[in-house]
Each structure stands twice: as C-alpha cells, then as structure tokens.
C-alpha cells in the first residue's frame, strides 16, 4: 500500500478521482450498492496516510468519481505534532482561527446523486439507519430546501443530529440539525467558515456555534479542558481547510463514566487532561462524580498506561539513536553514496535488521515523519500493549 498510497487519487476531467482497486480492504469497508462505492474504515483503522485521509467517509460512483463524501480524517490535538505546530504558528502569526463547538450527535451527510436523489446518510451507513430518516423528517419540517436537489448538488453539506432521545454524555432539549460546513467533491475543498456563515444565513440554517477561545496553545487547552456542558471544540485554520479536534476531558470522563470503564478511554483522558499522576487522576474523577472502587479500577488502567507510555519513550529514544548511527554509516564522507536510492538501500540494510517496531519506525525517521514515528509506537506499546 505505501508504494501505491500516491497513486490513490487521480483526475479525470478537472475532478478527483478515486483508483478503488488501490484501497487498503485491510483497513476498509468497501461496499457496493445503488451502483456505488461506498467506502470507510473499519474498527482497527489508526495509520493513515495523507491520501487515505479522503476514505473516512465516500461513495463514488463507476468512474471513480466522488459523489457523497463526509469530513475527511482529521486528529485530535497532541496526535499529529505537524497539525500542532502548524496551529502554533497560525495564532502567533495573527492568522484567521476558528473554534467551531464540536457537538455531541451523530454525523448526517446530506448529497445529490447523479440520479437527482437527495440523501441523508451517516459515516458508516448508506441509507442513514433510524438517523437518516429522522434527519430527513427535520429537513422536511424545518428546512424543506435540503430536499431539493438543485441546491449545491456539487457539494455534501454535513450536518450534526442531535435530540434528547440521542443522548451520549451532552444533554440537548431539542431535536434539530446543526449545519456544519460542506465538502465539495471535485476537489475535497472544505467550505471555509465565512461561506458556511454566508450559506446558513440564506437557508436560514443552524449554524454549528462559533466560540470565543484564547488564543494561545497553552490557553487554549487549559480553557476547553474543564468544560462540563460541551465536548469540545473543532479548531479550524489555512481557511478552514486544516481541522483539529480539542475535547474537554470532563467530557472524556464522563464518557468513560457512560460507557464503562476501559483502559482506553483512561488513557484518552489522561492524555486529554494531561495527567500525570495517579493523584492527579483520582482528584479529577472524584470532582466529576467517580467513586472510590471506580476511582481504583481507573488507576489501575492509568498505572499500566504509564508503563507502556514509558516503553514507548524508551524505544523512540533507541530508535533516534539508531537513526543518527545508520545515518553516519550510510553517509561515510570516504564513500558516499551515488544517489537517494542508493542511500535508502543502504540504510534499509541496517534498519532491516531490527525487530518491530524499531524496524518501521527507523524508516519514518529515515522519511523526516516523526508524527507517524510516534503514532507506530503508540500504537504498538500503549493501544496494542506489547513489549
């Protein structure tokens, strides 16, 4: 897949085209149905590549060619260092950020097919399940444009179904479909929030809230950390078209609190909260409603978690060092290498030798991709647990 992965999308006619037989069904569900594709990760989906980032949530039809797609993959804050500093950069240098309120509902995907068909689906689900029809009872009721299909026929507007009876942790009164942004299919361009504001307005739409937030990283993440009424925020920046996720870890927590205790949703909460003690995760619990055999499961998951996380540190500090001597080695001023192939070759001959996931993750350094570097460790020594 990583020879191919450049090749998944080509053009055909100015328009993305998707070469199906290059997806991963490894990692993806591929369906076919009503004469379309219709492809999104499975369960054990983590690695992606820039040009899986597409595939979340996309049907296209027998050319190749996009016609219903959802956001693309985007990350939490603290996954992917590159989308942090990026962030980093955009608000020292003054440059428009949006914090969108990330809301607690179920995704609704809103197309035209070719066929003039206008569809309510979810990520996962072609014909929406119970969600689309009740997205499509909302529409018909409050917003009947949606139904028409002459309206942004080239787009798929994203909206967020929220309602008391479809309750995860946050608490909503009111059954109704907040408008998110769009996607346009030709090329994946997001609809940067000016125009979404712009478009809401004239369909007299719900507009998801914008959100007033520091506007520094640190500031940042210490506001939304400690909210208790929302999930968090979707920061978006480079005209809307970089999308980063911030949850508030009360949210976390009571998620954990809702669907059971786990050793993963400990671990998104102390990465979330930034904790680092099991003192520190057991004040934190107890103000959000834990109680004391609750409190000593989580510090059990938190103590194991911490064990791994160091084994994760330890080996990137080992892979780092391998790296630099591999380097040295494939470098010698006394016989340099006649090109960039040669000295990849060179240095997959000492990187080839050691064991996974020291193996994969000297050719993401080799690659200048430390993000991927630590996304294989984490997976590995703090998701998967191994040695």
Known sequence: MSEEASHLWSHLDGARRLERRLVDRKSFIVEEIDGYTFIHPKHTKWDWSEEELSLRSVAVDQRGLVVSCGWPKFFNMGERPINDAALEAALSSGEEVFFTEKLDGTLIIRSVLPDGRVIFRTRGAWDGGKFGALARSIASAHYPALLDPTLMPEWSLLFEYVGPANLIVIAYSQEDLWFLGAIRHADGHLMPVSQAQAFASEQRLHLVPLVELPRDLQGLQQAVRVWDDREGVVVRLHRGQLLIKLKSARYLA??????????????????????????????????????????????????????????????????????????????????????????????????????????????????????????????????????
């Open 254 to 387: 009571q998620h954990a609190m809702r669907a059971n205790m786990s050793y993963t949703l400990i671990v998104e909460y102390a990465r979330s909260a930034a904790v680092t003690t099991e003192e520190e995760l057991e004040a934190g619990l107890r103000e959000l409603g834990y109680d004391y055999e609750l409190c000593q499961i989580a510090k059990g998951h938190f103590r194991t978690y911490r064990e791994h996380l160091a084994s994760s540190e330890a080996t990137l500090a080992t892979a780092r060092r391998l790296h630099s001597d591999f380097l040295a080695q494939v470098d010698d001023s006394a016989n340099p290498p006649a090109d960039e192939r040669e000295r990849r070759k060179r240095f997959a001959m000492q990187a080839t030798r050691q064991p996974d996931p020291l193996r994969s993750v000297l050719f993401a350094l080799y690659d200048a991709r430390p993000e991927r570097a630590q996304a294989l460790l984490f997976r590995w020594h703090v998701i998967e647990k191994r040695p």
